[in-house]
């Protein structure tokens, strides 16, 4: 029970690299364009709070609930009128579960919180991982260290292939041309871990703009919709019902997000070695970016 559980957490923290790593956007009667310039440099900041709750065959309810923090920071290292190169660091991770098999209190600045967390994220912590865009958001090009390139085995969220192809898909492209109000597109991304095959199908709806804290922004809105294949080391798992909708804000004059907010609600059933697990899941993501005075 104890394994399958540590498999639920990190589903969970995938959750949230959706939202933590959601994109660019065009608007109504222009095409807005990502207009970061050399020299500029964002800090990004991911909250997580969740509820998971499991009905266990013997047990009955359980409650993990869950908050996680992760604060990251881009650097523009180079730029010109059709691309930008970035440099982003995952500097810090705080995590908080309590559940009757596990509890984690960890903070990647005490390495002495978690030994265990700490060897795993220590991993990618502070290490610089390159990417090129287009201006319209396309990755044209990602390049890890050399410590993550060469670590990939298992396909786990902390490995170089794991983490390059979740930037590569999340950093998403979206339609050339104006948009009006009502007009949604599609965009997709997949996932195998360890033999679980993760697709996320995100449909984003252009809102016009609004105003918020004095500022003209533009509105999307953004609902996921997640199928699962198989699962890791035995475990069958099936999303049975969700409900994952948000929003996203983009400053045409900065060129970037601002924000985005996702309220996330999933039933799921696991199958662990003949034995049905009924599993729910809400929570919010809250992504923040701010600019950084140099």
Known sequence: MLRSNRWCLVFLSLLGLVALNAGSADAQSQSLRWNLQK????????????????????LGPQEMPMKQEVDMTWSVVDADSETFTIEMVLSRMQMSVKSPFMSIDFDSDDPTSNPQMNESVSKVLGKKIVQKMSRRGEVLDIKLPPEMEN??????????DMIKQMNQQSALVFPEGPLSVGKSWDSTMDIDMNGMKMKNKITYRYEGTEKVDGKDLHKFNISNNMTIEGGPQGIEVEVKEQKNEGTLYFDADAGRIVSTKQKQNMSLELNAQGQAISQTIEGDVVLTVTPIDK
């Open 39 to 58: 020299g500029q440099a964002l800090k990004l900041n991911m909250k997580q709070d969740m509820d998971q709750k499991m009905e266990i065959p013997g």
């Open 151 to 160: 670590d990939s085995a298992g396909g786990g969220p902390g490995t170089g």
